[in-house]
């Protein structure tokens, strides 16, 4: 299991080498070393890390708030969950 950002970067970040992989490029990346993607999936969408950065301002309320609203991305699809600009990639991978 890997998790790695997914371009483009949302959040500059002058400490990564580049701004992460998608499932092809991660995919081709380990099929070098006999490994197949078994699953995958995105997380934390564009939408979620604004909730988040707009609960931080809530104070002490705002900490409790952010687990259910990231809660929210597991009702949609991949396919929803990639067009919303997510901020990382998750892949479960096995040995050919």
Request: proline share 9%; net charge positive; charged share 20%.
């Amino acid at each position: 299991m890997i998790s790695v950002p997914h371009p483009p970067e949302i959040f500059p970040n002058p400490g990564h080498v580049r701004p992460g992989y998608t499932k092809g490029e991660l995919g081709s990346l380990f099929l070098r070393h006999h490994f197949r993607v078994l699953s995958y999936d995105y997380f934390l969408t564009l939408p979620t890390l604004r909730r988040v950065v707009a609960a931080q301002e809530l104070g002490m309320i705002g900490q409790f708030i952010p687990v259910g609203w990231a809660d929210r991305e597991r009702k949609l699809s991949k396919l929803e969950k990639a067009g919303q600009q997510p901020y990382g990639l998750a892949c479960l991978f096995q040995r050919d």
